[in-house]
């Protein structure tokens, strides 16, 4: 807030014969004093100029009191106080940028100079190319040579493994065949070895076999004459059962016919009555395994039991129910239709019982059929018992038997032999399916060769990284360029900050995000706007001061090196009551003001000791004894507690 000063004339109070209520200072009694012989002065010389012709002229003189003084004053207002702190430094840049080629090379062009602006992406420096492109094409040719092995593995690799193993199912159904041969005649030598003794032992063998069909024969028709004995007795029994059942069915249906008896209906109601308390037991029985499952004392099993029980107990329940249900009921006409049709089925069955008799006749016919199977075999006995005298057996037989064994053996060798070649030949199956993966690396290198081609000859144009300022050439055209060398060096200018430093007592002011307005002059007069992005905790030794880094916005123009001049925002108190600086006075340590209090038409001095805050930009914060709209004397003019003023405003 302005503060316009007012003059302000000080009263001088008339001397009086008495202790004066105030304790004057001595730097304040002395003008005083001065100021009163002055103005005794100034009367006698006004009373002699009279001659005191005019009658009561010192007593009206006297009459008017002593002069107030004029002052000039300034009210107490509410506002706001801005400190800065003015900073100095230069613009650094986060980012130095050493450029050098990936590849040796010789340098065929050069496109900046020493202190030239770059943008990001910009052709530095090109390279030669001619031996990068003939490596690209070269690499490519290798591609396309390695992909027609691959197609060409692929291509062949089902037919030779198809050819492979079809000759192991060759050679092991050759195999097979030697050995059923071998077995055919290995057969045919033993029984020319049974047929070379005499002829009784394939007689007697027959002989055996005759006696074995008879007994076989006997033991059929034994056989038979059971089964006719249990088909005679399960007839009967059926016929008899179907006989009962029918009576059974039709006695129902009398019964359903009648209607229900108080016997049954008591009877229903005891089955509802015992399975109420059947599925109490099971409810009871589930919840005490509930129980115990939770508590892990029984398994998850006996739970799944009790509740199936339970679940049965239920149904029973409801079955019986239902049963009393219809017994109170009675019978219904569907109930006697099902009734009747019941009847009409057992009588079906007896008919079907009766008609069971005929299996009665045809086990007596298979009795009569085994009983003639046992006399032919009696026939065949009496036959192989005749012709024991009649069997030749030749040596010339045995022989030839022999001999075709032997041959059949060499064959059955020869067919092994053959088939463990196959086998062994198959093993070269896994060598040539992995001749698929191996072409197919071939493929990837040479693929990978490729690429690293294409990537050389992208290593021979050097472009900028980023938006910058080419700071040291160190090649030229013509020159060779080796990797790790260095061809130029970039200042970014994408990421320039200014760098300043503050004293060691404003850093505890100091905090990240603090705006600040910084002048490049050599840039341009208006100011920057930024902020506080870092604080530096290492002081310079000998300065004692501190460095901080403040962020300035991209892409103005801002160069790293140049001087700048900042003001940096430290503190912003709002809605605090400020008094122009110069209105406060200190005396022993104290800061106080003069306050003009209203009194009659005039004013009256009051000495306010307050507590000072901030100050900035002449301003300063009062903290206590002032209110907003108190008018202080501004001026550098010293007052009495209690003087009477006159106020000037601003």
Known sequence: MN????????????????????????????????????????????????????????????????????????????????????????????????????????????????????????????????????????????????????????????????????????????????????????????????????????????????????????????????????TQGQVAAGIESAQAALAQSRAQLEQIRNGARDQEINRATAAVNLAQAQLRDAETNLNRQKLLFEGGATARANVDTAQTQFDVAKAQLEAARQDLSLVREGARTEEVRAAEEVVQQREAALNAALADRNRVLASQSQVSEALAGVSQAQQGLRQAQANLAQIPITQQETRTALEAVRQNEAQVNSARVALQQARVNTSQIPGLRADVPAAIAAVNSARAALNQAILNLSYARIISPVNGVVNTKTTDVGETAAPGTSLLSLVALDSVYFEAQVPESQLASIRVGQPARVTVNAVSDTPFVGYVSDIIPVADERLRQFRIRITMPQGQGLTPGAFARGNLQLNVLRNTLTVPSDVVRREEGQSFVYVAVPSGEGAEIKRRTVRVGASANGKTQILSALNDGDRVVTGNITLEDGAKVKVQEA
């Open 3 to 230: 503060s316009n000063p007012s003059e302000i004339r000080a009263e001088t109070p008339a001397p009086s014969p008495g202790p004066s209520p105030v304790k004057k200072k001595k730097n304040i009694a002395v003008p005083a004093i001065l100021g009163v012989v002055a103005l005794l002065a100034v009367g006698l010389f006004l009373r002699s100029r009279s001659g005191g012709a005019q009658p009561g002229g010192a007593g009206a003189e006297r009459a008017r009191g002593p002069q107030t003084r004029t002052v000039k004053v300034v009210p107490v207002s509410t506002g706001t106080i801005v400190q800065n702190l003015a900073i100095t430094g230069q613009l650094r840049s986060n980012q130095n940028v050493e450029l050098n080629s990936k590849i040796s090379g010789r340098v065929a062009r050069v496109l900046v100079d020493e202190g030239e602006r770059v943008s990001r992406g910009q052709l530095l420096i090109q390279l030669e190319e001619a031996d990068l492109r003939q490596d690209v094409e070269s690499a490519r040719a290798n591609v396309e040579s390695a992909q027609v092995r691959l197609d060409q593995t692929r291509l062949n690799l089902p037919s030779r493994v198809a050819q492979l193993n079809s000759a192991v199912d060759t050679q092991r159904a050759a195999l097979r065949n030697a050995e059923a041969a071998l077995n055919s005649a290995r057969a045919r030598y033993q029984q020319a070895l049974l047929n070379e003794p005499a002829a009784t032992t394939n007689v007697r063998a027959q002989v055996r076999t005759a006696q074995a069909q008879v007994e076989s024969a006997q033991a059929r028709l034994k056989t038979a004459r059971d089964t006719a004995r249990q």
